[in-house]
């Protein structure tokens, strides 16, 4: 039976390099995002390479949002997704007294919200199978303190902390559910960043930021059975920056 993965933010990025491999790996991707377009060039890009994908449209910025999402991924995959991996995100960075009430709530739906409720709507299943995998994507600003990214830092602290409770409530059912936390990457997302992506790339081990497809390989590890026995881990993959 063909493994059926659902990618969110898989238009672009993390999320797109993701989805590439995780179809090369012989899974059906369920490509979701924001924009029909990219969407469109995602899916066509995989099945030139041989891959089985297709594309949901979804902005992810309520709990409907993301029961919408869970049900067209359903359908697509004959009643049953595998893989859970929650890529969709935004990143805003700014000073604490700048922060909207309107922003303050974006950024947690999208980044907190969204992937609580698609997995409330698709582990459940899993753990009726008793098999999936869910994996997370964070960011090293979930372990300490920076000026300027407190907003976006908490959102992914907060998943840090929903895929260890996560892990605790689904893997007795088989379930495993993990995260990875990527350091400064080079993508669409922070190409504005400039020569600062640079800068604070700098100060850990590798000296530079990472690329989408090394997150990628990282993702692909957690969802697969090469780690089979990882339960409710956050694996840095940030450079070596929070070792140091």
């Given at each position: 039976?063909?493994?059926?993965?659902?990618?969110?933010?898989?238009?672009?990025?993390?999320?797109?390099?993701?989805?590439?491999?995780?179809a090369?790996?012989?899974?059906?991707?369920?490509?979701?995002?924001?924009?029909?377009?990219?969407?469109?060039?995602v899916?066509?890009?995989?099945?030139?390479?041989?891959?089985?994908?297709?594309?949901?449209?979804?902005?992810?910025?309520?709990?409907?949002?993301a029961n919408e999402?869970?049900?067209?991924?359903?359908e697509?995959?004959?009643?049953?997704?595998?893989?859970?991996?929650?890529?969709?995100?935004?990143?805003?960075?700014?000073?604490?007294?700048?922060?909207?009430?309107?922003?303050?709530?974006?950024?947690?739906?999208?980044?907190?919200?969204?992937?609580?409720?698609?997995?409330?709507?698709?582990?459940?299943?899993?753990?009726?199978?008793?098999?999936?995998a869910?994996?997370?994507?964070?960011?090293?600003?979930?372990?300490?303190?920076?000026?300027?990214?407190?907003?976006?830092?908490?959102?992914?602290?907060?998943?840090?902390?929903?895929?260890?409770?996560?892990?605790?409530?689904?893997?007795?059912?088989?379930?495993?559910?993990?995260?990875?936390?990527?350091?400064?990457?080079r993508?669409?997302?922070?190409?504005?960043?400039?020569?600062?992506?640079?800068?604070?790339?700098?100060?850990?081990?590798?000296?530079?930021?990472?690329s989408?497809a090394?997150i990628?390989?990282?993702?692909?590890?957690l969802?697969?059975?090469?780690?089979?026995?990882?339960h409710?881990?956050?694996l840095?993959?940030?450079?070596?920056r929070?070792?140091?």
């Amino acid at each position: 039976m063909t493994t059926t993965a659902l990618i969110t933010g898989a238009t672009s990025g993390i999320g797109r390099a993701t989805a590439e491999r995780l179809a090369a790996e012989g899974m059906h991707v369920v490509v979701s995002g924001r924009n029909a377009e990219r969407g469109a060039a995602v899916v066509r890009a995989i099945r030139a390479a041989g891959g089985t994908a297709d594309f949901v449209q979804a902005d992810l910025r309520d709990a409907t949002s993301a029961n919408e999402l869970a049900a067209a991924a359903l359908e697509i995959g004959d009643g049953r997704v595998d893989v859970i991996v929650n890529s969709a995100g935004v990143f805003p960075f700014g000073a604490t007294a700048d922060t909207t009430s309107e922003g303050f709530d974006e950024v947690y739906d999208i980044n907190v919200k969204a992937p609580y409720f698609l997995v409330a709507a698709l582990a459940p299943g899993m753990a009726e199978r008793g098999e999936g995998a869910i994996v997370n994507v964070t960011t090293m600003v979930a372990e300490f303190g920076a000026a300027g990214m407190g907003l976006y830092g908490s959102t992914k602290a907060a998943l840090v902390l929903l895929t260890k409770s996560w892990a605790a409530e689904f893997g007795p059912s088989g379930v495993r559910v993990n995260a990875v936390s990527p350091g400064p990457t080079r993508t669409e997302g922070t190409a504005a960043m400039g020569e600062s992506l640079d800068q604070l790339a700098a100060a850990g081990p590798a000296g530079r930021p990472g690329s989408a497809a090394e997150i990628a390989e990282a993702i692909v590890f957690l969802a697969t059975d090469a780690a089979s026995f990882v339960h409710g881990a956050v694996l840095p993959v940030d450079g070596g920056r929070t070792a140091v």
